[in-house]
Protein backbone atom coordinates (compact mmCIF):
# COMPACT_ATOMS: atom_id res chain seq x y z
CA UNK A 1 0.00 0.00 0.00
CA UNK A 2 1.66 3.08 -1.12
CA UNK A 3 1.37 6.52 0.87
CA UNK A 4 -0.24 8.47 -1.66
CA UNK A 5 -2.83 10.81 -0.08
CA UNK A 6 -5.68 12.12 -2.57
CA UNK A 7 -8.15 14.50 -1.87
CA UNK A 8 -10.91 12.51 -0.27
CA UNK A 9 -8.52 10.86 2.26
CA UNK A 10 -7.52 14.20 3.52
CA UNK A 11 -11.36 15.07 3.66
CA UNK A 12 -12.05 12.05 5.43
CA UNK A 13 -9.20 13.26 7.72
CA UNK A 14 -10.71 16.53 8.62
CA UNK A 15 -14.34 14.79 8.80
CA UNK A 16 -12.50 12.34 11.46
CA UNK A 17 -11.13 15.15 13.84
CA UNK A 18 -14.70 16.83 13.89
CA UNK A 19 -15.82 13.52 14.60
CA UNK A 20 -13.27 12.79 17.55
CA UNK A 21 -14.11 15.95 19.07
CA UNK A 22 -17.65 15.82 18.93
CA UNK A 23 -17.26 12.30 20.71
CA UNK A 24 -15.52 13.21 23.54
CA UNK A 25 -17.70 15.26 24.62
CA UNK A 26 -20.74 12.87 24.18
CA UNK A 27 -19.38 9.65 25.02
CA UNK A 28 -15.92 9.80 26.31
CA UNK A 29 -15.53 6.15 27.29
CA UNK A 30 -15.91 4.88 23.49
CA UNK A 31 -12.56 5.12 22.07
CA UNK A 32 -14.30 6.77 18.94
CA UNK A 33 -13.39 9.82 20.59
CA UNK A 34 -9.60 9.29 20.80
CA UNK A 35 -8.81 7.62 18.09
CA UNK A 36 -7.00 8.63 15.02
CA UNK A 37 -8.33 6.66 11.65
CA UNK A 38 -6.11 6.80 8.63
CA UNK A 39 -7.02 6.31 5.15
CA UNK A 40 -4.34 5.40 2.93
CA UNK A 41 -4.68 5.56 -0.79
CA UNK A 42 -3.42 3.30 -3.47
CA UNK A 43 -1.39 4.71 -5.90
CA UNK A 44 -4.50 4.50 -8.78
CA UNK A 45 -6.61 6.20 -5.58
CA UNK A 46 -9.24 3.46 -5.93
CA UNK A 47 -8.62 1.31 -2.88
CA UNK A 48 -7.37 1.92 0.36
CA UNK A 49 -5.73 1.04 3.97
CA UNK A 50 -7.57 1.96 6.78
CA UNK A 51 -6.13 1.82 10.09
CA UNK A 52 -6.62 3.70 13.25
CA UNK A 53 -4.29 5.00 16.14
CA UNK A 54 -4.95 5.31 19.89
CA UNK A 55 -6.03 2.11 20.89
CA UNK A 56 -2.65 1.75 22.94
CA UNK A 57 -4.00 4.06 25.12
CA UNK A 58 -6.06 1.14 26.54
CA UNK A 59 -2.99 -1.70 25.88
CA UNK A 60 -5.23 -2.96 23.13
CA UNK A 61 -4.12 -3.42 19.43
CA UNK A 62 -4.81 -1.01 16.62
CA UNK A 63 -7.28 -2.21 14.01
CA UNK A 64 -6.43 -2.40 9.77
CA UNK A 65 -8.94 -2.76 6.85
CA UNK A 66 -7.18 -3.42 3.69
CA UNK A 67 -7.87 -2.74 -0.05
CA UNK A 68 -11.53 -1.00 0.88
CA UNK A 69 -13.06 0.66 -2.30
CA UNK A 70 -12.87 4.20 -1.97
CA UNK A 71 -16.56 4.82 -1.79
CA UNK A 72 -16.97 2.23 1.21
CA UNK A 73 -14.65 3.90 3.33
CA UNK A 74 -17.63 5.52 5.42
CA UNK A 75 -19.18 2.15 5.99
CA UNK A 76 -15.54 0.52 6.98
CA UNK A 77 -15.25 3.42 9.29
CA UNK A 78 -18.44 2.42 10.87
CA UNK A 79 -17.20 -1.82 11.12
CA UNK A 80 -14.09 0.05 13.16
CA UNK A 81 -15.63 1.80 15.50
CA UNK A 82 -17.98 -1.06 15.78
CA UNK A 83 -14.98 -3.33 16.20
CA UNK A 84 -12.68 -1.02 18.73
CA UNK A 85 -15.69 0.27 20.95
CA UNK A 86 -16.34 -3.48 21.42
CA UNK A 87 -12.73 -4.09 22.46
CA UNK A 88 -12.90 -1.16 24.72
CA UNK A 89 -16.27 -1.11 26.69
CA UNK A 90 -17.10 -4.98 26.25
CA UNK A 91 -13.81 -7.45 26.38
CA UNK A 92 -10.24 -7.58 24.32
CA UNK A 93 -10.17 -9.65 20.92
CA UNK A 94 -6.99 -11.59 20.26
CA UNK A 95 -5.67 -12.38 16.66
CA UNK A 96 -7.03 -15.64 15.22
CA UNK A 97 -10.65 -15.36 17.17
CA UNK A 98 -14.14 -15.22 15.31
CA UNK A 99 -16.05 -11.95 16.07
CA UNK A 100 -19.91 -11.73 15.65
CA UNK A 101 -22.82 -9.79 16.37
CA UNK A 102 -25.41 -6.75 15.33
CA UNK A 103 -22.85 -3.94 14.64
CA UNK A 104 -25.81 -1.43 13.43
CA UNK A 105 -28.75 -2.46 16.95
CA UNK A 106 -30.62 -5.63 17.63
CA UNK A 107 -33.42 -5.45 14.48
CA UNK A 108 -31.12 -6.71 12.06
CA UNK A 109 -31.58 -10.10 9.67
CA UNK A 110 -28.01 -10.97 9.28
CA UNK A 111 -25.33 -11.06 11.69
CA UNK A 112 -21.84 -9.23 11.08
CA UNK A 113 -19.14 -12.20 11.05
CA UNK A 114 -15.25 -11.65 10.65
CA UNK A 115 -11.98 -12.71 11.61
CA UNK A 116 -9.37 -10.82 13.12
CA UNK A 117 -5.89 -11.99 12.20
CA UNK A 118 -2.16 -10.65 13.34
CA UNK A 119 -1.71 -8.22 10.09
CA UNK A 120 1.97 -8.64 8.49
CA UNK A 121 2.11 -4.65 8.59
CA UNK A 122 5.60 -3.76 10.11
CA UNK A 123 5.91 -0.15 9.26
CA UNK A 124 7.44 1.72 11.92
CA UNK A 125 4.59 2.98 14.29
CA UNK A 126 2.00 0.55 12.63
CA UNK A 127 3.47 -2.93 14.25
CA UNK A 128 0.94 -5.33 16.46
CA UNK A 129 -2.20 -4.31 14.19
CA UNK A 130 -4.99 -6.43 14.30
CA UNK A 131 -6.54 -7.39 10.75
CA UNK A 132 -10.10 -7.74 9.60
CA UNK A 133 -10.66 -10.50 6.96
CA UNK A 134 -13.69 -12.39 6.16
CA UNK A 135 -14.67 -15.44 8.69
CA UNK A 136 -12.18 -18.08 8.65
CA UNK A 137 -9.95 -16.64 5.67
CA UNK A 138 -6.09 -15.78 5.77
CA UNK A 139 -4.51 -13.27 6.62
CA UNK A 140 -3.51 -12.32 3.09
CA UNK A 141 -7.02 -12.57 1.73
CA UNK A 142 -7.94 -9.13 0.91
CA UNK A 143 -10.81 -7.16 1.30
CA UNK A 144 -13.68 -8.85 3.68
CA UNK A 145 -16.54 -8.83 1.13
CA UNK A 146 -18.83 -10.62 2.61
CA UNK A 147 -18.86 -8.91 6.02
CA UNK A 148 -19.50 -5.39 3.90
CA UNK A 149 -22.32 -7.08 2.10
CA UNK A 150 -23.77 -7.47 5.62
CA UNK A 151 -23.14 -4.17 6.67
CA UNK A 152 -24.58 -2.55 3.38
CA UNK A 153 -27.48 -4.58 4.22
CA UNK A 154 -27.92 -3.71 7.40
CA UNK A 155 -27.72 0.37 6.80
CA UNK A 156 -29.93 -0.67 4.05
CA UNK A 157 -32.42 -1.57 6.47
CA UNK A 158 -32.84 0.94 8.18
CA UNK A 159 -33.26 3.46 5.60
CA UNK A 160 -36.21 4.55 4.67
CA UNK A 161 -36.02 5.52 0.90
CA UNK A 162 -36.20 2.83 -1.46
CA UNK A 163 -33.75 4.89 -3.89
CA UNK A 164 -30.64 4.81 -1.45
CA UNK A 165 -31.78 0.94 -0.21
CA UNK A 166 -31.42 0.27 -3.61
CA UNK A 167 -28.52 2.25 -4.44
CA UNK A 168 -27.06 0.92 -0.84
CA UNK A 169 -28.07 -3.00 -1.75
CA UNK A 170 -26.98 -2.83 -5.32
CA UNK A 171 -23.29 -1.84 -4.12
CA UNK A 172 -23.95 -4.89 -1.80
CA UNK A 173 -24.62 -7.48 -4.63
CA UNK A 174 -21.53 -6.21 -6.32
CA UNK A 175 -19.02 -6.86 -4.05
CA UNK A 176 -20.30 -10.08 -3.16
CA UNK A 177 -22.33 -11.51 -6.05
CA UNK A 178 -22.78 -15.01 -4.17
CA UNK A 179 -22.96 -17.07 -7.42
CA UNK A 180 -22.58 -20.25 -5.47
CA UNK A 181 -25.33 -23.23 -6.34
CA UNK A 182 -24.87 -25.26 -2.84
CA UNK A 183 -26.26 -22.45 0.21
CA UNK A 184 -27.62 -24.48 3.77
CA UNK A 185 -30.70 -26.34 3.67
CA UNK A 186 -31.75 -24.92 7.51
CA UNK A 187 -33.92 -21.27 7.70
CA UNK A 188 -32.12 -21.80 10.97
CA UNK A 189 -29.05 -20.16 8.69
CA UNK A 190 -30.68 -17.09 7.76
CA UNK A 191 -28.17 -15.00 10.14
CA UNK A 192 -25.55 -15.77 7.88
CA UNK A 193 -26.68 -14.27 5.12
CA UNK A 194 -26.06 -17.68 2.44
CA UNK A 195 -24.95 -16.56 -0.69
CA UNK A 196 -25.83 -12.85 0.29
CA UNK A 197 -29.68 -13.75 -0.39
CA UNK A 198 -30.77 -11.00 1.96
CA UNK A 199 -28.97 -8.13 -0.52
CA UNK A 200 -30.56 -9.36 -3.39
CA UNK A 201 -33.94 -10.06 -2.05
CA UNK A 202 -34.25 -6.74 -0.23
CA UNK A 203 -33.14 -5.34 -3.70
CA UNK A 204 -35.87 -6.58 -5.62
CA UNK A 205 -38.42 -5.36 -2.45
CA UNK A 206 -37.01 -2.16 -3.20
CA UNK A 207 -37.62 -2.05 -6.72
CA UNK A 208 -40.80 -3.39 -5.76
CA UNK A 209 -41.29 -0.41 -3.56
CA UNK A 210 -40.33 1.79 -6.54
CA UNK A 211 -43.07 0.23 -8.65
CA UNK A 212 -40.37 -1.23 -11.06
CA UNK A 213 -41.95 -4.89 -11.04
CA UNK A 214 -40.23 -6.33 -13.61
CA UNK A 215 -36.90 -5.17 -12.54
CA UNK A 216 -37.88 -6.53 -9.12
CA UNK A 217 -39.18 -10.17 -9.92
CA UNK A 218 -35.81 -10.45 -12.08
CA UNK A 219 -34.06 -9.76 -8.51
CA UNK A 220 -36.14 -12.18 -6.53
CA UNK A 221 -35.38 -15.05 -8.90
CA UNK A 222 -31.91 -14.29 -8.50
CA UNK A 223 -32.47 -14.18 -4.68
CA UNK A 224 -34.32 -17.66 -4.88
CA UNK A 225 -31.00 -19.08 -6.67
CA UNK A 226 -29.05 -18.02 -3.76
CA UNK A 227 -31.25 -19.58 -1.34
CA UNK A 228 -33.71 -21.84 -2.11
CA UNK A 229 -34.38 -22.74 1.46
CA UNK A 230 -34.59 -18.95 2.53
CA UNK A 231 -37.03 -18.53 -0.54
CA UNK A 232 -39.84 -21.22 0.86
CA UNK A 233 -39.41 -19.78 3.98
CA UNK A 234 -40.18 -16.02 2.99
CA UNK A 235 -42.77 -17.24 0.45
CA UNK A 236 -44.22 -19.00 3.41
CA UNK A 237 -44.20 -15.87 5.73
CA UNK A 238 -45.60 -13.34 2.96
CA UNK A 239 -48.45 -16.38 2.40
CA UNK A 240 -49.71 -15.87 6.18
CA UNK A 241 -48.80 -12.15 6.01
CA UNK A 242 -51.33 -11.71 2.74
CA UNK A 243 -54.40 -13.99 4.18
CA UNK A 244 -54.08 -11.53 7.56
CA UNK A 245 -54.59 -8.43 5.43
CA UNK A 246 -50.99 -7.03 6.12
CA UNK A 247 -49.59 -7.65 2.39
CA UNK A 248 -51.25 -6.78 -0.84
CA UNK A 249 -53.20 -9.60 -2.82
CA UNK A 250 -51.78 -11.36 -5.15
CA UNK A 251 -54.54 -10.49 -7.61
CA UNK A 252 -53.46 -6.56 -7.35
CA UNK A 253 -49.91 -7.23 -6.76
CA UNK A 254 -47.26 -8.59 -9.02
CA UNK A 255 -44.65 -9.27 -6.85
CA UNK A 256 -47.07 -10.77 -4.23
CA UNK A 257 -48.10 -12.95 -6.82
CA UNK A 258 -44.60 -13.86 -7.61
CA UNK A 259 -44.06 -14.88 -4.09
CA UNK A 260 -47.49 -16.69 -4.07
CA UNK A 261 -46.69 -18.67 -7.14
CA UNK A 262 -43.01 -18.88 -7.18
CA UNK A 263 -41.79 -22.70 -7.78
CA UNK A 264 -38.63 -22.12 -5.86
CA UNK A 265 -36.33 -25.50 -7.37
CA UNK A 266 -37.75 -24.41 -10.92
CA UNK A 267 -36.32 -20.91 -10.89
CA UNK A 268 -32.83 -22.28 -8.97
CA UNK A 269 -32.44 -24.45 -11.56
CA UNK A 270 -32.68 -22.15 -14.32
CA UNK A 271 -30.89 -19.25 -13.35
CA UNK A 272 -27.82 -21.63 -11.97
CA UNK A 273 -27.93 -22.47 -15.30
CA UNK A 274 -26.86 -18.79 -16.76
CA UNK A 275 -24.25 -18.71 -13.94
CA UNK A 276 -20.67 -19.24 -15.33
CA UNK A 277 -19.44 -23.01 -14.55
Not at 162 to 177: F, G, K, M, S, Y
Request: aromatic residues 6%; glycine residues 10%; proline residues 6%.
Amino acid sequence: MSGVDHGRGLVHRAHGVALRLFWKVVAPTHPRGWLDIHPVLDDAGKTAWLHCHGMERWHLPNIELTDVPVDLLGPAHGILMAITGYMKCEKPIDADETIGGYFNGDGQAVVHRATLRQSPTDMPGHGGMLRVVDLGVPVDAGFPYRLFAVHLVSIASGTGRAVQREALLRRATEIHPGRSRTAPAAIEEAGTNPNNYFAWQDLGLALADQGRDDEAITLLEQAVARWPEGARGFAQHLRKEIEAGNAPPAAANRVSRFWMEVDVDSVAARIHQSWPA
